[in-house]
């Protein structure tokens, strides 16, 4: 391997085929490596953000909550009060002397102005360190306000972003339970891990309920606090993004006994997998009912449709797009699974693929679906996506906010896939979208005008 990477990281980076997977992971970045992570504070903001009926006040300096602001474009099908960014804007003097005070006036005010389902008080690093009481504040503020308030723990010094998706499970799981269950269906079910970015969550729902399957809560994308208060009624639990909300799964399952499948929405065989799945679920538990065979009958058509009007419309695109190289460098690496399996579908070939989050399980499955001399890697850092860019000769760069510069400034085709993202890419519309998106990008005029930096670093015209 040619590529930049600091000694203490070898670890993280394997190589498909070379030797036996032996990654490292799941561990604290390296200092002076520049991770591509966020604080814990952060993660525990993206996945409580898209409840739209709640209240967010990040308890910290501002620049906090300006940070994590309306960083997801989650859409919400009615109130949109998770698009308001609030802060208490610790100063000198609440460092000095504590911001409990300040914390319990802004969170009245802000109760009696708009009026919440619940609060959600999310602590930032000099909280952690000057200690304020956030239990006994949103204590206090419950009982007299009447709605649930509850305290986020999640110190942006605690851990990785990984910390801060448990402070979320954490702060939901106060919430899972309190609801009134009468009136759901057996054939139910909630969705975890899915932020409905671009409005995905709503094809989403679409295909449960043309299967005959009832939704009862969205976890988070367009959430209602009231939803989730009764989601320990459902059948089932269906988890997309795994690393932010299997912790609340597993949570569930234990106290509740509600069971769980992991599913991936993106890409063709991922996104008929999860509803053949789901179909198979029913069918297990209700052998003698017909209503689960009449689900798996109805599955299979909508299956059949969707993919006989998808898979003719790819083709235009995967002709340009054969033998076209691509990487990814994603949050979670669930994400990961599905994309090489949707570059496999237009014919391209995935190069490099990591994750600020992965597991050794998912870098194992990434091993076994990924092609011989594919770079797998664990939290990676700039210098080291560049350098493996420049040397694998990438047209297409997927990732997030922070992996985009990286591609533009290398004359590298880049694809959102990530919290920002305005376009679908989720079920079969969506992959559809993908296609479209990449080949733009890939096949775009500009890139007989912009420089590409080649393997030897020097640059040249493609
Ligand atoms: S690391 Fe700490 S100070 Fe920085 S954004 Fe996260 S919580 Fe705030």
Same mark, same amino acid.
């Given at each position: 391997?040619?590529?930049?990477?600091?000694?203490?990281?070898?670890?993280?980076?394997?190589i498909?085929?070379?030797?036996?997977?032996?990654?490292? =992971?799941n561990?604290?970045?390296?200092?002076?490596?520049?991770?591509?992570?966020?604080?814990?504070?952060?993660?525990?903001?993206?996945?409580?953000?898209? +409840?739209?009926?709640?209240?967010?006040?990040v308890?910290?300096?501002?620049? =906090?909550?300006?940070?994590?602001?309306?960083?997801?474009?989650?859409l919400?099908?009615?109130?949109?009060?998770? @698009?308001?960014?609030?802060?208490?804007?610790?100063?000198?003097?609440?460092?000095?002397?504590?911001?409990? &005070?300040?914390?319990?006036?802004?969170?009245?005010?802000?109760?009696?102005?708009?009026?919440p389902?619940?609060?959600?008080?999310?602590?930032?690093?000099?909280?952690?360190? +000057?200690g304020?009481?956030?239990?006994a504040?949103?204590r206090?503020?419950?009982?007299? $306000?009447?709605?649930?308030?509850?305290?986020?723990k999640?110190?942006?010094?605690?851990?990785?972003k @990984?910390?801060?998706y $448990?402070?979320?499970?954490?702060?939901?799981?106060?919430? +899972?339970?309190?609801?009134?269950?009468?009136?759901?269906?057996?054939?139910?079910?909630?969705?975890?891990?899915?932020f409905?970015l671009?409005?995905?969550?709503?094809?989403?729902?679409?295909?449960?309920?043309?299967?005959?399957?009832?939704?009862?809560?969205n976890? *988070?994308?367009?959430?209602?606090?009231?939803?989730? =208060? @009764?989601?320990h009624?459902?059948?089932?639990?269906?988890?997309?993004?795994?690393?932010?909300?299997?912790?609340?799964?597993?949570?569930?399952?234990?106290?509740?006994?509600?069971?769980?499948?992991?599913v991936?929405?993106?890409g063709?065989e991922?996104?008929?997998?999860?509803?053949y799945?789901?179909?198979?679920?029913?069918?297990?538990?209700?052998?003698?009912?017909?209503?689960?065979?009449?689900?798996?009958?109805? *599955?299979?058509?909508l299956?059949?449709?969707?993919?006989?009007?998808?898979?003719?419309q790819?083709? &235009?695109?995967?002709?340009?797009?054969?033998?076209?190289k691509?990487?990814?460098?994603?949050?979670?690496?669930? /994400?990961?699974?599905?994309?090489? /399996?949707?570059?496999?579908?237009?014919d391209?070939?995935?190069?490099?693929?990591?994750?600020?989050?992965?597991t050794?399980e998912?870098?194992?499955?990434?091993?076994a679906i990924?092609?011989?001399?594919?770079?797998?890697?664990?939290d990676?850092?700039?210098?080291?996506?560049?350098?493996?860019?420049?040397? /694998?000769?990438v047209?297409?760069?997927?990732?997030?906010? $922070?992996?985009r510069?990286?591609a533009? $400034?290398?004359?590298i085709?880049?694809?959102?896939?990530?919290?920002?993202?305005?376009?679908a890419?989720?079920?079969?519309?969506?992959?559809?979208?993908?296609a479209?998106?990449?080949?733009?990008s890939?096949?775009s005029?500009?890139?007989?005008?912009?420089? @590409? &930096?080649?393997?030897?670093? /020097?640059?040249?015209?493609v």
């Amino acid at each position: 391997m040619e590529t930049v990477a600091l000694h203490d990281r070898e670890d993280q980076i394997h190589i498909t085929g070379e030797t036996p997977l032996k990654i490292a =992971c799941n561990k604290e970045s390296l200092a002076g490596a520049v991770s591509q992570r966020a604080c814990v504070f952060c993660g525990s903001r993206v996945v409580l953000y898209p +409840i739209a009926d709640a209240l967010h006040l990040v308890h910290g300096p501002i620049g =906090c909550a300006v940070y994590t602001w309306d960083i997801r474009g989650a859409l919400s099908s009615g109130p949109e009060l998770h @698009r308001l960014s609030f802060s208490t804007d610790l100063q000198e003097m609440d460092v000095i002397f504590g911001g409990e &005070k300040k914390l319990q006036a802004a969170l009245t005010e802000l109760i009696d102005r708009h009026a919440p389902k619940a609060a959600f008080v999310y602590s930032t690093c000099i909280v952690g360190i +000057i200690g304020d009481d956030l239990e006994a504040v949103c204590r206090h503020v419950e009982e007299a $306000k009447g709605i649930p308030v509850i305290p986020v723990k999640s110190e942006g010094f605690k851990g990785n972003k @990984r910390a801060g998706y $448990k402070a979320a499970c954490d702060a939901m799981a106060r919430l +899972i339970g309190t609801g009134n269950t009468n009136g759901i269906s057996r054939f139910s079910l909630n969705i975890l891990g899915d932020f409905n970015l671009a409005g995905e969550i709503w094809m989403i729902r679409d295909y449960y309920e043309s299967m005959g399957v009832e939704v009862v809560a969205n976890i *988070t994308g367009d959430g209602r606090v009231d939803d989730i =208060c @009764r989601a320990h009624g459902a059948a089932l639990n269906v988890v997309q993004c795994s690393g932010s909300t299997m912790l609340l799964a597993d949570m569930m399952e234990e106290q509740y006994g509600i069971p769980s499948l992991r599913v991936s929405y993106f890409g063709i065989e991922d996104m008929s997998e999860a509803l053949y799945d789901i179909a198979r679920f029913f069918q297990q538990r209700y052998p003698e009912d017909s209503e689960a065979d009449a689900i798996m009958e109805r *599955t299979r058509a909508l299956v059949q449709k969707e993919v006989r009007t998808l898979v003719p419309q790819l083709e &235009k695109y995967r002709r340009d797009l054969a033998g076209k190289k691509a990487a990814i460098y994603v949050g979670g690496s669930f /994400k990961a699974f599905s994309l090489v /399996k949707a570059f496999r579908l237009v014919d391209m070939q995935v190069v490099l693929v990591g994750s600020q989050t992965g597991t050794e399980e998912d870098y194992q499955e990434l091993e076994a679906i990924t092609d011989p001399g594919t770079v797998i890697v664990d939290d990676s850092n700039p210098l080291e996506l560049t350098s493996f860019l420049k040397e /694998k000769g990438v047209d297409v760069f997927v990732g997030g906010v $922070k992996e985009r510069p990286i591609a533009y $400034k290398l004359g590298i085709g880049f694809c959102d896939h990530n919290h920002e993202r305005k376009e679908a890419l989720a079920g079969f519309e969506g992959m559809l979208n993908f296609a479209r998106e990449v080949h733009s990008s890939v096949m775009s005029p500009v890139w007989r005008f912009v420089p @590409r &930096k080649d393997s030897n670093l /020097k640059e040249e015209a493609v």
